[in-house]
């Protein structure tokens, strides 16, 4: 069974310039997170998908960022525009559904904003 | 609000022998679930073990087991006979029974493990 995809695996840009990446679930996954994990920190919820419905965007500045999940698959998280403190590495998780099922991680995409 | 506490940022230990990593957390919740994730240099989340907070066996993955004391509001993750590829970050989570599935997480220890 493949895994939770991301791209890209690196990015450094500079800020006040856009960024996005990509996250494909594990298939049949019905929930979609996305995380952003600081360095030194755990990760912090972001922004979770039920399909392609939002469940749960209460952490996400939504001034810069965005997500949307279309047709209940891939997902996309853009930043514009980025600052020093979204350096970051950003976390696609998926499970089967919400509570109680385990949620499996990606590989996960490291910004560099200079 | 809830939160999750590591008090180990770091921690080693020798080959085969056994290690404890210490978690606390805090919630007014009865319901909830309990987590250990393996973070390697790699940087893939990994599960390593879960707890329902419902049920009073602690549970166990092969060389993975955990004492989860409620009342104390503690979790701690024991792992034995520790091997070279258990060297990584681990983090403690929480899930909130009613919170569709965000997961706070702890800050983590990262764990070596020494031939």
């Known amino acids: 069974e493949a895994g939770v995809a991301q791209s890209p695996r690196y990015k450094i840009i500079e800020k006040r310039q856009s960024v996005a990446f990509w996250c494909n679930p594990i298939s049949g996954h019905a929930t979609l997170y996305w995380y952003q994990q600081i360095l030194g920190q755990g990760p912090k919820l972001l922004i979770q998908f039920q399909n392609n419905g939002v469940v749960d965007d209460s952490q996400l500045p939504k001034d810069r960022f965005s997500a949307e999940r279309l047709k209940g698959v891939d997902s996309t998280l853009k930043i514009q525009p980025a600052k020093l403190e979204d350096s970051a590495v950003y976390l696609c998780?998926?499970?089967?559904?919400?509570?109680?099922?385990?949620?499996?991680f990606g590989p996960g995409t490291r910004l560099l904003v200079l | 609000a809830q939160t999750v506490t590591q008090s180990q940022p770091e921690m080693s230990v020798q080959e085969a022998e056994t290690v404890t990593l210490s978690c606390t957390y805090d919630t007014s919740e009865n319901n909830y679930y309990l987590f250990w994730y393996k973070q390697p240099p790699s940087r893939q989340m990994i599960l390593v073990i879960r707890?329902?907070?419902?049920?009073?066996q602690n549970a166990t993955e092969n060389r993975f087991s955990v004492n989860f004391q409620k009342a104390a509001k503690s979790f701690s993750l024991k792992i034995s006979d520790s091997q070279l590829g258990d060297t990584a970050m681990y983090f403690c989570?929480?899930?909130?029974?009613?919170?569709?599935?965000?997961?706070?997480f702890g800050k983590g220890t990262k764990l070596s493990v020494k031939p």
């Open positions: 998780a998926s499970s089967l559904d919400t509570v109680q099922e385990t949620q499996y």
């Open positions: 989570a929480f899930e909130d029974g009613g919170s569709q599935g965000n997961l706070i």
């Open positions: 707890q329902e907070a419902y049920k009073q």
